[in-house]
């Protein structure tokens, strides 16, 4: 039968361990200094106030006061929590004494157990919080007592019945790699420049999330962010009842045989300032004409840039905007880690029902992720894999470097995760800069394999008639074909 489970009081964390801790056992919660390893089980303690549970703090490091403060801060149930403050205080000291936190083992050990003894016995806690438990080794003369010691008290815990995290102070110069041997659950935290990481490198009897997961602490507590792992969904789930997704282009559907199936990934390629944002939207508006959510992650425009510049085209974006069937979210630079944006699109599909999503600007995304930099490509893949089987279609403009010359559909090696690939693309002809478009892949379906004008107009965008008689578009110097000779386009002969 499986085991209970009790929650860490965070969703995100009681995510990765597949529900919470299990009850009745124990957990671990190492890492540096400041990394949050009290904020953590703090939060746990004040879950167990909110169910009705007996909460028992019992803190051998920080001054009472400074926890307390703590507590009331967060707001993490200051009355419902029972403390047991053995840390080291003033009165500890005298003034000819060497500051130490237990002056003898031998002296100290009878009355310091005796007193959570007790405390436990009484109280009979329902969860109970160590802080921290490396303080026991200054109570024990040799490492094989220290360790009869922690199994001692945590058979005690158990005995009692009590959900149990201890809290260490991990470093270089004193190993916990006994603690990690003798608790059930191992939670590793640890900070860095680019933000701050958890991960389980042990859970006795549970699955878990495996992988790096990012957290943050701010006014409000502690917030988890797991790590995206796609689930088994059907990809094609949303195909067998919804119409493809027009782009309300009549010439557009044409080249995509009708338009893009739902629940697929469509890349619309090309250089700055050919058309892919507006070009995304027009899918989003014929969307939103049958009623489906979007939601639109804006790496490089502000929402009120892409605002103002629909309106000079006449797309809709604001009434969108006002009826809820679109949300436009900035992401700015260094807001995000990966695992913090994933947290967000998967509320936004989950939660808000969304069932397209357009990320505006591939490189933005790349640059803007805080602490993107490690196997870039497996974010975005997981982000793939996750919209595809949850049967949401997603959009994903892509820009490339070069206006003209050799033709690339995008800058690095992405465009495998696509189901569908439209891409613009500039062209010359006779001394002037056009563009074109057209479908370069579309793996649930046929397409039309012709190249079209393309512009954009006050109006909205213009598509024209396939270009039978040009080569040499791919290139940027397009050639016409007459009489089954070739002549250059802008040759005026």
């Known amino acids: ?22 009850k009745n056992h124990n957990a671990l919660i190492r890492g540096p200094p400041g990394a949050g390893k009290t904020i953590f089980g703090l939060h746990f303690l004040s879950d167990g106030v909110d169910n009705g549970e007996t909460s028992l703090y019992i803190n051998l490091g920080e001054p009472g006061d400074y926890v307390k ?77 220290f360790r009869k010691q922690i199994l001692s008290f945590l058979d005690l815990l158990r005995d009692h019945g009590a959900t149990v995290i201890f809290t260490s ?72 009842w919804l119409d493809k997704l027009s782009s309300g282009i009549p010439e557009v559907d044409e080249l995509l045989k009708g338009g893009i199936d739902p629940g697929t990934v469509t890349f619309v390629s090309g250089p700055t300032g050919a058309g892919k944002t507006t070009t995304a939207l027009q899918f989003i508006k014929e969307a939103a004409g049958r009623g489906e959510q979007s939601v639109m992650y804006s790496f490089e425009e502000s929402p009120r840039t892409i605002q103002k510049r629909s309106r000079s085209i006449s797309l809709p974006i604001e009434a969108m905007l006002d009826q809820g069937t679109l949300s436009i979210e900035e992401i700015a630079p260094n ?49 793939v894999r996750y919209l595809r089987g949850a049967g949401v279609s997603t959009i994903i403009t892509n820009e490339v470097t070069n206006i003209t010359g050799e033709f690339r559909v995008t800058e690095e090696s992405v465009s495998n995760l696509a189901d569908n690939i439209i891409y613009i693309r500039y062209v010359e002809r006779e001394g ?29 965008i213009r598509v024209g008639e396939p270009l039978e008689n040009m080569q040499g578009i791919l290139t940027g110097t397009p050639t016409l074909q007459k009489s089954g000779n070739v002549e250059s386009s802008h040759d005026g002969e």
């Open 335 to 383: 807001e995000y880690t990966p695992n913090e944006f994933t947290s967000l699109l998967r509320t936004a599909v989950e939660d808000d029902e969304v069932e397209i999503v357009l990320i505006d600007g591939l490189q933005g995304f790349k640059q803007n992720l805080r602490g993107y930099t490690t196997d870039p490509e497996d974010v975005l893949l997981r982000i």
């Open 169 to 240: 102070q991990a470093s270089d110069s004193l190993s916990d790699d006994d603690l990690q041997f003798l608790t059930d659950t191992v939670i590793n935290l640890e900070t860095g420049i680019e933000g701050s990481n958890l991960y389980v490198s042990k859970f006795r009897g549970s699955s878990f999330k495996r992988g790096n997961h990012s957290y943050e602490i701010t006014d409000d507590g502690v917030t988890v962010f797991p790590k995206l792992v796609p689930g088994k969904g059907n990809p094609d789930q949303s195909a067998d």
């Open 69 to 145: 403060e703590t507590v009331e801060h967060f707001d993490l149930n200051p009355d419902g929590i029972h403390f047991l403050d053995l840390s080291p205080s003033h009165e500890d000291f005298d003034e000819g004494e060497n500051y130490s936190v237990f002056s003898s083992a031998e002296v100290e050990q009878p009355s310091f157990i005796d007193e959570i003894r007790s405390t436990v016995e009484d109280l009979e806690p329902d969860r109970v919080l160590l802080d921290p438990i490396t303080e026991f080794r200054y109570l024990t003369t040799d490492e094989r007592q």
């Open 1 to 22: 039968m499986a085991s209970q489970k009790v929650s860490t009081g965070l969703a995100g964390l009681d995510k990765v361990l597949d529900s919470g801790l299990r």
């Open 432 to 460: 002037e800069l056009g563009k074109v478009i057209g479908i370069l892949k579309m793996r649930t379906g046929d397409f039309e394999r012709s190249l079209r004008e393309f512009e954009i107009t006050e109006y909205g």
